[in-house]
């Protein structure tokens, strides 16, 4: 039986928009990347405009998320999202999962939710693991000069003891002239007990990844023949991965009360070789920057639900305390061909949070449940500039109130109204960061509101569909943006985005199910600055569609169309992106109970599309003026590839 995209979540959810992710969905969706895992969330486009081994871009009720800002990404409840990174704040590097072993995901979009804190305001994704999984290997090959192989299996230690194990080896070289040989490596293990209401586990995880980067090249350099299509004027681009982590959680049911814990440590490496504007700053060596960033974090989350029935209300109250620190090293040197030239900036960041919240919803009657949140996060953040000597030390708190109310079910359909405030933080190093001129940044707010307002409507009155719609609108005090020549993400305007998102899953046969989602976002900057209202790379149209199909005899297949719609480049809208549109597809067939085969075919009409368009100066070379020319700047989609794979049961 086919699971639908999003489960049934009449008389769970708080709003319309909030939903779950099936393990079935996920393992036969077709994927180029590990992160395009997270487009089974309705409106949540993940494209790439660099090297695979680099995070992806991430894009939801038009906003352009950059690598991960305001989308808080959970991995077996260890927070991915990376504060003052070197490459982007809220840097989200899923690279070090591997797909098959996905147990599905829980996500919800806006601030309404009050254990979700930290980059969540526009939405969060919380991706679990399975305890366990049939031994097995899978072996794949591809045309753009990709290989990957896959081992897992689990063992019964007993009846509520599991032990997991998986391995995976991954080459991918693209469509690009010089080719991206990326190699990544992933071990996992993990043990548990129990179930995931009752027991506890504890995981292990090892990723390392290389390779190297066509970054978004300049229109200009194609048109006058320097590169071609799939080129690029720096083949020295690249980067290199490392990440450790230990992960556990526990669950305990009695009476009335349910505690939940979680707890981790990681350690992660990462450096990017990028040069995106050439000869504009150096003109003998050129831009390439080398960003290095090395860290460990560790924290925990630990939670208490306790129901009471008081006459013939039921209510049911939720707190919980969640705690992070981070120990970062973080710096941005001139580098040529990799090598190093000199140091711009170097930092030593610590920076610590904690957030307490609580949640109280009341079943006043069958069609009618009230839930009311508020949340308090504090932060602490010590900076100390290696380079220029500077130091600097921050605090911040803030309160977030949040609010639902839930109407129904009447005739299986609710209504929701919700409202509420959340936040991103910034940049720990901003305020201390030196500048070329000597001069001192001036440091943005720590912890950045955002505000939310959302209606909408959730039914299942037509047998075998589902439907979801809502009314959206969140205002932030200031947009982030990241400035490739700092090498740090920095503050921007105030900014609001009002959308309308449509969804639907059909089950017409018990093999089949055809789903679609479609969003559409008015975004605007909130103050007057002449300069233009426009958002850059904000989308006004996301949109997709496909259809799974499973136990129709031995086949088994899905297809996959995402649209990403016109978006401007400049703020006074001059200049607009037509986005692209593209179609993934695959067909399997079991062979036996125990052996399957798979094709699956990425951008299957041949797209010429780009995958990301921008819009700024570079200089190609000493021909052109010393201040560069404005051009746009795009990633081209992969032209059509196919991959083909074997799976064996044991």
């Known amino acids: 039986m086919v699971t639908a995209s999003t489960l049934n979540l009449l008389g769970i959810a708080a709003t319309s928009s909030q939903g779950a992710i099936t393990r079935q969905e996920l393992q036969m969706r077709p994927v180029y990347r590990t992160g395009q895992l997270l487009e089974t969330i309705p409106g949540l486009t993940v494209t790439s405009h660099s090297g695979e081994g680099k995070a992806n871009q991430y894009l939801l009720r038009g906003f352009n998320l950059d690598h991960g800002t305001d989308l808080a990404t959970f991995v077996d409840g260890m927070p991915v999202n990376m504060r003052s990174h070197a490459h982007g704040q809220g840097y989200t590097d899923l690279n070090f999962l591997i797909p098959e072993l996905a147990g599905g995901v829980d996500f919800t979009k806006g601030p309404y939710y009050a254990a979700e804190g930290d980059f969540a305001a526009v939405g969060a994704d919380h991706l679990k693991f399975v305890d366990s999984i049939a031994p097995q290997i899978s072996v794949s090959a591809g045309t753009l000069g990709d290989q990957r192989v896959f081992a897992a299996g689990s063992h019964e230690l007993g009846p509520n003891d599991r032990i997991l194990a998986a391995a995976e080896y991954a080459h991918l070289d693209g469509p690009w002239d010089h080719p991206d040989n990326t190699r990544k490596e992933n071990l996992a293990l993990r043990y548990s007990h129990g179930s995931a209401s009752e027991g506890f586990a504890l995981t292990g995880l090892y990723y390392r990844g290389l390779w190297n980067a066509t970054t978004d090249q300049p229109l200009r350099a194609v048109s006058a023949g320097l590169i071609g299509r799939y080129g690029t004027l720096d083949p020295s681009d690249g980067g290199q991965s490392e990440r450790f982590s230990l992960s556990g959680s526990a669950a305990h049911q009695s009476g009335p009360s349910t505690f939940r814990t979680n707890g981790y440590a990681v350690r992660q490496q990462l450096t990017l070789w990028n040069d995106f504007t050439h000869f504009l700053n150096d003109p003998v060596n050129g831009d390439q920057q080398a960003q290095n960033d090395r860290r460990t974090y560790a924290g925990g989350t630990g939670s208490v639900a306790y129901a009471l029935q008081i006459g013939g209300i039921t209510t049911v109250t939720t707190a919980g305390v969640q705690g992070r620190f981070d120990h970062i090293y973080v710096d941005l040197r ?282 700024y100066a570079d200089r190609i070379n000493a021909s052109e003026p010393a201040d560069g020319v404005t051009d746009t700047h795009s990633h081209p989609l992969e032209l059509r590839s196919a991959r083909i794979t074997l799976n064996a049961t044991f």
């Open 334 to 615: 001139r580098t040529r061909a990799r090598t190093d030239l000199s140091v711009v900036r170097a930092d030593q960041v610590d920076e610590g949070s904690v957030g307490a919240y609580v949640e109280n919803t009341i079943y006043w009657t069958p069609w009618f449940r009230s839930i009311l949140g508020a949340r308090e996060d504090h932060f602490d953040v010590a900076d100390r500039n290696l380079s220029g000597g500077l130091t600097g030390h921050e605090q911040a708190s803030l309160f977030q109130p949040k609010a639902s109310l839930v109407l129904g079910p009447f005739f299986r359909t609710e209504v929701y109204l919700s409202g509420g405030t959340g936040f991103h933080s910034n940049e720990g190093r901003a305020g201390v960061a030196e500048a070329d001129a000597g001069t001192t940044l001036v440091r943005p707010p720590l912890l950045v509101e955002a505000e939310g307002y959302e209606a909408g409507v959730r039914t299942t009155l037509i047998p075998h569909l589902q439907l979801a719609a809502t009314l959206f609108q969140t205002d932030f005090a200031s947009e982030l943006t990241y400035n490739a020549d700092a090498g740090a993400t920095e503050a921007g305007r105030p900014s609001r985005r009002v959308g309308v998102e449509l969804t639907a899953q059909y089950r017409p046969f018990p093999w089949l199910e055809l789903n679609t989602n479609l969003a559409s976002t008015h975004a605007r900057y909130r103050d007057r600055d002449p300069v233009g209202r426009f958002i850059p790379d904000a989308p006004s149209f996301v949109g997709g569609a496909g259809f799974l199909i499973d136990n129709l005899g031995p086949w088994f297949g899905a297809l996959a169309w995402r649209d990403l719609g016109s978006h401007p480049l400049l703020e006074d809208g001059s200049v607009r992106s037509p986005g692209y549109q593209e179609i993934n597809a695959n067909v399997g067939y079991k062979l036996s109970p125990r052996l399957r085969i798979r094709l699956d075919v990425f951008n299957l009409t041949d797209s010429t599309d780009n995958a990301a368009d921008y819009l």
